[in-house]
């Protein structure tokens, strides 16, 4: 095992009802604005769920957070929060509005272009405090310090952590996942299962723990996505997926092992330049990425083939090959296709994506640092 | 899955030489009194490692914390602390340095008698800030906020937990382990495995990461637990049971489901009575109430039997007992003994054992607080 510094101190409230009890994370007489979304939070009632809970309170509304929220959008929300001297923020929503939030929490007290917080790594000295409540269970940004944001104007999309973002709390109550369209649970499936296997799918380090809590999420996964989809009001069902996405990205299974998040970078590229959801990236980039580090990964691949799809006997390279087919045929049985050419991308697109990588300065990735360019091209051409 | 609060903001340092990183995790300026055992991190040069890394800091010691810390000890270190106007609490041990500490952080700011705190659920509304550095995984105390401390004068185990009492940061060397006595190391795997089962042999409620994070450790204990026996200084082996046994009590695996602490509270009565090592009475009463809660506890160790011990085949009852021998077995493989005579204790002693839980209001135990004395008698004489 890795030395490792292990550190979350988001207070989860979880279950049925639990907004109700969102008054008591809040400091008393806090001018709290609420950001969100599209506005299904307000059809489904949940937006008066919140507000009712925080009656007392100075509450504020920021709507119109987008998927891969972007910078254009969060800056208005920044400049709000400064001429109304917001000290609490509650973000409402799925992965995209909590990761928007924490970007608008480091950007409020930020002195200078917030921009450069992502662009050049800015140092944070300080926050506002902000608090979740989450309605798609797939990002584990309710649980975890990080967010990816977007600047449409120059197509980047790019990541950011730091220690003072996370978030105080955060309401998990799975009743209000019953009414998300199924392409969104699905994606929220894809997307938990990729945050496991980038941090799984790298080299034995001895960690068994890890191993075995990263396989235990797998396998949740596995059992309760479809029931998802096909019993879109099973408690149960939304209670695991819900709690499994958050464990899946809170750090737990990512301590003291290596890391890869390859699959995510060359995603990231697909979602600026042609716009598709972050799962569906996932699901295209995942098993032509399995494919082409099959070497690199091998011990785990086997071990991902055994604990996972129960495959223990046979040719060790077929078993590999049937553990990425499994994997491919599982997000196809979520409706989530997992080829290029269902998305309308042909192999003419390739090179603009692999420029971007180099623009952006992912030459190096994987769990090795080993994983360049020319990598990337092939995990493209074999995803086409 | 029941509705639940997780919250657990203890910072983990783990891996070989993080004793270093302990400057910064303690408030610059701090008077700081290290509290520690029967000396053995003096003979093993941990405790000048640990000044070496805290000068600077005008610094106290404490020595002399015992196994199943007493109440009688333990304030004398709060009169040492409140003298030197002591702000900060080094725990360098095992569970019951910690646990010790953790009433001493209670009692420093307590008004009136700090027993109360344990007898009667005094409300604490202040502690004094602690870390510790582990040297023995066992307890779990490094990462939550409960401690058991006995008060020797009347025979009194009392458990007792407070969100003001998690320790501010662990260190978590597995090195540090090297040197332990083999009894000790076979305790630890005993005690973090009946932590474990405490809170996942009880009765399914759909929570599957649990249920999967619990088998997780488990087998990780079973896999690792005797090579920490046979090789002292294989550090992957101790790292795996290291943090297998922070985890098994962290709140983790026990948010959302049923627990059963009945196992603990006749064993703390073995403990007072006659003496027994904490996990010793672990491994006698557990097995006994595997048995005689064979019919409440079915359905859950059914699935120990499949998913721990391999048993997937053959009558049913059958595989309860043969999961329930196994348990037995590794337990006795460690060289933990599993039997009330194994210690010289006859069926005579159980009546007093009885009248013990009476005296400590353990009149309503289990998963369904319906587990009575009758039954606890039971599970004595079954442990005969």
Sequence with gaps: MQNFTFYNPTRILFGSGRIADLAREIPAKARVLITYGG??????????????????????????????????TLMQAVELARRERIDFLLAVGGGSVIDGTKFIAAAIPFVGEPWDILAKRAKISSAVAFGSVLTLPATGSEMNNGAVITRRASNDKLAFSNALLFPRFSVLDPTKTFTLPPR????????????????????????????RFAEGLLLTLIEDGPKALQEPENYAVRANLMWTATLAL?????????????????????????????????????????????????????????????????DENERIDQAIERTRQFFESLAVPTRLADYGISREAIPVLVEQLQRHGMVALGEHASFGLDDSRQVYELAA
Tied chains: 1, 2.
């Design 184 to 211: 969104q649970v699905a994606n929220g499936v894809v997307d938990a299962f990729v945050h496991i296997t980038e941090q799984y799918l790298t080299y034995p380090s001895d960690a068994k723990v890890q191993d």
């Design 250 to 314: 809170n750090g737990l299974i990512g301590v003291g092992v290596p890391n890869d998040w390859a699959t995510h970078m060359l995603g990231h590229e697909l979602t600026v330049m042609h716009g598709l959801d972050h799962a569906q990236t996932l699901a295209v980039v995942l098993p032509a990425m399995l494919q082409q580090r099959r070497a690199e990964k091998r011990d785990k691949l086997l071990q991902y083939a055994e604990r996972i799809w129960g495959l223990r006997t046979g």
């Design 39 to 72: 506005g299904s939070i307000v059809k489904t009632g949940t937006l008066a769920e919140v507000k009712s809970a925080l009656s007392g309170f100075t509450v504020f509304e920021f709507p119109g957070i987008e998927p891969n929220p972007s910078y254009e």
